[in-house]
Structures are given as C-alpha cells and as structure tokens.
C-alpha cells in the first residue's frame, strides 16, 4: 500500500510572520520555515500504523511525503524523512509562486495521479493560509472519497475509517480505498526524528518535480500547464495588521456598566 | 525569548567549522552543514519540550528525569559517537559538541549527565571486544540503562594515579574493594566503569614496577553485583538534576570476561575516555551561559532604569559584546579540539584540556555576569538564572580541574610530556 502524506512547510508560528505587501504573499524570508504542526501529527499517525503494519506482517506500507513549495523549503522535506517516510516528492516550480488555492489543488492533483496512491492524508488546514478546503478539492478533481475532518484514523487493506466532530455528536465514517483524508490537531504527537533517522534522511530519494513534468497528468485532468492571461483570483490590496493598542481599563467607581454600555455602542458593538 | 540571529550564526559556524575540519573523522560519518543544522534543529526541538521548560523544578526538587533520558535515548542521544551496529548514532565529536550545547540551553545538569553518560558508553566502545560491545551497549546506548565513571577516590581526585581500590586476581575473577567518590548517576545507574589497582603483590603490597598510573584497570561493573553499595546522595550547589554519590566495593567478584582492555591499561582508557568528556562539559558550558546570555538581551531591552531601558546603556552594551565574544571564542576553540578528536590528532588531549579550561571559566563569567545584568532578579530561583550559574560553577572543577588543565597545556608548551 502506498501512503502519500500531504506536508506543508509554513512560516513558523513561534516567531513574526510578516506579510510582503508589494507581493501580498508571506515574506518567506521574514521567519524559520517549519512543517506545518498537523501535517507533522498526518505524517506521524501514517508512520505508525506502517511500522504497526510492518511488524504485524499486514504488509509493506510506503509513506511518501509530498509537497508543493517553494524551492528554498526542501529541509522540511527532509525533516518528514528523518521521521521515518520512505521517500519525498517537492513539486517546485517558479511558476507556481502564489499559486491560489485551485491552482494548487490541480497540481498537487496532477503529481498524486503521478505518483498513484492508495491514500492520501492531509491535515485539515494549515497555520499559514488557513482555506482548509484543499483536501476536498482534490478528492473532487481525483474522482475519490473524501473524508475530512478525522481525529482518529483506522486503515486497513481496502477502506480507512475514522471519527468526526460535528455539533451535534461524533460521527464515524469509512471510505473504500483510494481515498481522500484529511486529519486535525487530535492526531498524535510527532516524535522527534532521531539522530541516525537525519543522517539517513539524506540517502532517501527526494524527487523535484517542475510543471513540466506534470504535463500530462495536467491535461488528464483537462486543466492547462500555465496559468497565463485569466488569472482566476488576483489579489487587490494587502495592508499590514495595524499593531495592537492598548486596551481602555475602566474601573468601577460606580458608572462602568454605563461606561461600558457607551464604549460598545459608539463602536456600533451593541 | 530566543534570539532569531543566533541560528544563522551557529548554522553558518557550523558551516565554516566543517570546511575548516576537512579531515573526515575515522570510522565515522561526515556531517554536511545541512545535516548538522538539521541534527541541531532536532536537538533543539527536544530540549525545547522536553528539557528547558522543567529545568527549574528539576533543580528545586533534585529530580534525575530517567524517564526523559529514556526519551533522549530514543532518539540516539544515548551515544552519539558510538558505532551503529550496537545501536550508536555514528556520529563525529563535532556533532556531538553541537548537540550537548543544545541540550545544555535546556538544562545544563541533564545535558552533562547525557555527556557523563556518553564518555562511559564511547569508552566500552572503543576500548571493549566484540563480544563486550554486544553484551552491554544495546542497553547503554538507546538509554534503556544508564552508566557511570568511577575514577575519583577521597585520596585520588587530581592526582587520578593515586586510586586506591584494588582489584585482587582470584581465579577467573577479580575481586575490587575501595570507594570512589562523587560518582554522577551512582545508585540510579546500571553499569559503572571502575578504574582500579592491580599489579599488586602476594603480601597485598605494590608491585614497584606498578605504581601509579601503570598498574591501573577498567572493569565493567553491573549495579546488581554483590558487594556493590551506594553512600547518601551528596547534597550539591549545583548540579541538582542528576545524582552524586560515593560507591562502595566490598569485595566485589568480577569476571575477568569483564575487564576492559588488558591489565594495566586503565589509566590509559580513563584519560582517552577524558578527553572527549571534557568536549561534553566545555560545550554545556557554552550552551548554559547562550541560554543566559539570551534572557540577558531581552532582559535589558524590557527593563528600564533612570527612564531609559538599560539596552541604552553603552556599559551593557560592552557587556553584551564581550559576552558574545567570549562565547564565540570558546565555541571555535571547542570546536578545533573536537576536529583533532575526530582527526585523531596526537594533540588533540591537549586541545581538548585547552578548550575545556578555557569554555568552562568563560561560560562561568557570562552565566555570573548574566546575573550582574539581571540585578536582584537574577538572584531569584524563578528567572533561572542563579541556576545556571550554580550549574556552572562545577564544570570548572571536575573531569580534570582548570588547574590540571592548565597542566596538560603547559607541558605540552614546554615540550615535556
Ligand atoms: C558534582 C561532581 C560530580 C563528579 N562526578 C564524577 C564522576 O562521575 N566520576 C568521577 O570519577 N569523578 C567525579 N567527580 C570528581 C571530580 O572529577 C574531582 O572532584 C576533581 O577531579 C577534583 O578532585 P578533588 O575534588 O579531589 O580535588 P583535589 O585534587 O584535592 O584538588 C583541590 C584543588 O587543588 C588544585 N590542585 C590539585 N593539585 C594541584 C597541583 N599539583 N597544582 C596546582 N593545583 C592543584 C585543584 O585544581 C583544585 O582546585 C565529580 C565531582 C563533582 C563535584
């Protein structure tokens, strides 16, 4: 069974992320580029159950890490292979800087038919741009089912299966394989890859993928190889969060329900 | 509160320090600057979660976390150094001087136990047979076990040669009486590498031609064998987190089997078995007083005095510069000796002392002067600080005191050996 994970490198959000407002886009530059927490907690749930697998004989699970981002990101790559992947594929292409979230689902779409999966994990929206739309996307444009949202994960040879939230209770879902999923924050921690896990990284293959070499995986799905004069969605205006004021404190000496009341209602808050 | 710069420059050192150590070291593999950064970023992440945020509960409660060092092993911090095929992570003392300083921003008294650790499992290694090897690593090296150094004795600290615990020849056994004192992780440990005499004579006397460090031998002792007992726990300065204390052997029978190397070789395994503990001690050092250095700098932009925040002062600024210049001087002279270990340099003992005496009296400084800059706050437990530099104090005075260091370089200066 062949496992492709969905792995994001993201600003990290421990440090500023900066917006460029010529560009609109993360100033990549700005902070360390880390995986995203919850592709990190996908890759470690998927990695699990191939070592469970594994050792139980159920059979031999190949776990490969796939992501779409910028060439300079490839450590975080490595990183998902020192945790334990077999192999990593980085679709990198200059073409795609700022690609829109479509743009990108039709390409990641095109390199998963590349690669051929039984199943694809992703997590369920990542701490950079937050759509969160991304899996179901491509289980759209792949023709699969599509499980979202999963805090747990079963798989066995021919189905994945899984509980989800919703307001009312706790749903359980299956999906035959192939399928789509997409995993939240509840997965389990990722482990910390080990020394020997990091040297190995570099001995496993990690392939670079440009457009180019999706041609006919794009057209299979009946998109174009550029995305040239109709731009589908163009970004108009990017400002910076203005920085944070200091907050009013009232304090009560008798009139800060009315106080209160007037500072809501002249902020049109009441 | 970390300060973003300084990964740039640790991964851009790291970087040089590679292109400068071209010699790959033996055996071993070569780390790239990517790789080292990535081993860094790993180690950090460790430290980060598992280490800093405990560090001062740990001190106040004097709680060796095994289960944490458990944790460590996993991800081969257990034997950095040691060969694969028993489970060692197979890397150079360039790597590992990078990962003890990592280890020790979290908390310097586990960092240099992992160290302590690592030098007895690193000795096993190159100094045990194949068969040796195979019996105790596997559980030494993922941490499973831990592991002790017994050299010190109350008639033998500086003067190693002086050790008097004997180790009778009865049979196919040996059997070791004597004390050793100040034993890191005695008591919790499961294996204790003891350097004791033979070469004695019939009547219980020193063969003349034995004395001192020629008639010295290592042995592998377990904790479970009979004759094996523990004094109190040493109430410390510092160094809360791990535990010290005396070992007794009475009449503790050993196997030959278990001897380390050949008879008379023990001062030889004990000082090799030095040399790279002493990169251990130098580099948590150095990454104690960055961990200082770094709440320092954003200490002195927070507070103010006399209206202004103290980062305005040029006095705290000149501070601040020597601080980083000392710093950075004892990480390049760490690493040259860490080069010639690897190298397997005939001076590499010599840089080794050179570069412990020197990154364990600087980290002091900038820890203490960390804690000048701090004020009255810095004299408290809850700012970490008074730790660090209790932490620190020691390191300047075991694995071969400054004084003893300085003995080694200055031989070696005036040609004498
Ligand atoms: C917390 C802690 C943990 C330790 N862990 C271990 C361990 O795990 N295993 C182990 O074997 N040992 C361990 N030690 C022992 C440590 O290595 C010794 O304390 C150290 O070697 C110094 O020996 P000493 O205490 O006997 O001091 P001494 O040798 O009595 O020295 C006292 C002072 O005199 C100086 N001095 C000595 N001789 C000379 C000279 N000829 N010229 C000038 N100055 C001199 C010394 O530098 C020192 O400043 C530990 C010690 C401590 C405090």
């Known amino acids: 069974m062949k496992i492709v994970v969905l792995v994001k490198p993201v600003p990290d959000t421990y440090g500023d992320r900066v917006l460029s407002l010529e560009t609109g886009l993360a100033d990549r530059a700005a902070s360390e580029t880390v995986l995203d927490e919850i592709t990190e907690r996908a890759l470690e749930a998927v990695i699990r159950h191939a070592e469970e697998s594994a050792k139980s004989g159920a059979g031999e699970v190949e776990v490969v890490a796939m992501t779409m981002a910028p ?74 089912p599509a499980a979202t949202r999963l805090e747990t994960i079963e798989i066995t040879a021919d189905a994945v299966r899984g509980t989800r939230e919703t307001d009312g209770g706790t749903m359980t879902v299956t999906a035959a394989l192939p399928a789509v999923v997409s995993v939240t924050e509840r997965m389990p921690d990722p482990r910390f890859p080990a020394l020997k896990g990091i040297m190995g990284a570099k001995k496993k293959p990690l392939e670079v993928v440009a457009l180019d070499d999706l041609s006919a995986e794009l057209e299979g799905l009946g998109v174009a190889l550029d995305e040239t004069a109709s731009a589908r969605s163009i970004m108009v205006a990017a400002t910076q969060r203005p920085a944070r004021e200091a907050g009013e404190i009232i304090t009560d000496d008798g009139t800060a329900g009315e106080r209160i009341a007037a500072f809501l209602a002249d902020r049109r808050l009441a | ?138 559980q030494l090296t993922d941490m499973s076990e831990l592991a002790s150094y017994c050299l010190t004795e109350p008639g033998a600290g500086s003067d190693a040669a002086a050790v008097a615990t004997t180790a009778v020849r009865d049979g ?102 030095l040399n790279g503990g002493r990169l251990g001690i130098a580099a948590a050092s150095i990454g104690g007083a960055q961990f200082a250095l770094e709440r320092t700098v954003a200490y002195v932009k927070e507070r103010a005095t006399f209206g202004q925040p103290l980062a305005t002062r040029q006095h705290v600024q000149f501070e601040l510069a020597d601080m980083e210049t000392e710093l950075q001087a004892a990480r390049a002279l760490l690493e040259r000796a860490a080069a010639k270990l690897d190298a397997k340099a005939p001076d590499a003992p010599v ?20 804690l000048q800059l701090h004020g009255g706050y810095g004299y408290l437990h809850e700012y970490g600080i008074e730790r660090v530099v209790r932490d620190l104090r020691v390191h300047r005075i075991l694995e071969g005191s400054n004084e003893m260091m300085r003995m080694i370089v200055g031989r070696a200066v005036l040609g004498e050996r």
């Not at chain 2, 100040?182 to 020193?206: N, Q």
């Open chain 2, 172 to 273: 196919d056994d040996y059997v070791l009486t004597g004390t050793k004192q100040f034993i890191s992780g005695a008591g919790t440990s499961a294996v204790y590498v003891v350097m004791a005499r033979t070469g004695l004579t019939d009547d219980g006397g020193v063969d003349p031609a034995q004395r001192g460090s020629r008639g010295m031998t290592a042995f592998v002792v377990p904790a479970s064998a009979p004759g094996l007992s523990f004094g109190a726990e040493e109430q410390k300065m510092g160094w809360h987190a791990q535990p010290t204390r005396a070992v007794v052997l009475d009449g503790v029978r050993v196997p030959a089997s278990d001897r380390l190397g050949e008879e008379g070789e023990g001062f030889g395994i004990a000082m090799r078995g």
């Open chain 1, 71 to 144: 060439a300079d990101s490839q450590s975080t790559l490595r990183k998902a292979l020192a945790m334990g992947a077999a192999s990593a594929v980085h679709i990198a292409d200059e073409r795609l800087a700022g690609a829109d979230l479509v743009r990108t689902a039709e390409v990641l779409a095109a390199a998963l038919r590349r690669a051929g999966a039984d199943l694809i994990v992703a997590g369920n929206g990542s701490t950079d741009g937050s759509g969160g739309v991304m899996p179901s996307m491509l289980a759209e444009l792949l023709e699969l």
């Open chain 2, 1 to 138: 509160m970390t300060m973003p710069s300084r990964t740039e420059m640790n991964r851009s050192e790291a970087g040089q320090a590679e292109a400068g150590a071209s010699q790959p070291s033996q055996g071993l593999s070569e780390t790239s600057a990517e790789e080292r950064a990535a081993l860094v970023e790993a180690v950090r992440d460790f430290a980060d979660a598992r280490l800093a945020p405990f560090a001062n509960q740990r001190d106040a409660d004097h709680e060796f976390p095994v289960e944490t060092l458990c944790e460590a092993g996993q991800l081969g911090l257990g034997a950095i150094c040691v060969r694969e095929d028993v489970g060692g992570s197979g890397l150079s003392r360039l790597d590992a001087i990078a990962i003890y300083e990592e280890l020790a921003r979290g908390d310097i008294a586990v960092a240099t136990y992992i160290s302590i650790h690592n030098m007895v499992v690193g000795m096993i290694d190159a100094e045990g047979t194949d068969e040796q090897r195979r019996r105790w690593l596997p």
């Open chain 2, 351 to 370: 840089a080794c002392a050179m570069a412990k005496r020197f990154a364990t009296d600087a980290g002091f400084r900038v820890a203490d002067q960390a």
